[in-house]
């Protein structure tokens, strides 16, 4: 399964994501996802080999992914954003991986916006 997606944010800003519309193989609604994994990867261009931000499940703090109930959450903080240049998109995708090992991609890009109390560069 594979979707795409858009956003705008702003330069510095924390900039949350709730990924909570997954569903089985059958189409239908994921009530837990106990067992379930998911990696977002944000990169400053698609051809890029390392990305540039990383969160996960599997990981802490700052770069983790947390789930509650059939929701999973993160955010990108204003340390991660505030380097950002403003005007370009960002292509990033989340992972999100089943109990059976079954990966699926969710596409898309950040477009980051200048903030008024930011300098432009």
């Known amino acids: 399964m594979s979707a795409s997606q858009q956003f705008k944010a702003y330069r510095g800003d924390t900039i949350p994501f709730t990924f909570d519309q997954i569903v089985d193989l059958n189409g239908a609604a994921v009530a837990s996802l106990a067992g379930w994994s998911c990696v977002f990867t944000l ?71 200048a903030d008024v109390n930011t300098v432009n560069n």
């Open 43 to 113: 990169k400053n261009r698609l051809s890029d080999s390392a990305p540039r931000i990383t969160k996960s499940t599997a990981l802490s703090g700052s770069a983790a992914i947390s789930t509650s109930g059939a929701s999973f959450t993160w955010a990108l903080t204003p340390a991660e954003t505030e380097t950002l240049i403003p005007g370009r998109y960002y292509p990033f995708d989340v992972q999100v991986t089943d109990p059976s090992n079954r990966v699926s991609s969710y596409v898309g890009t950040l477009l980051i916006d």
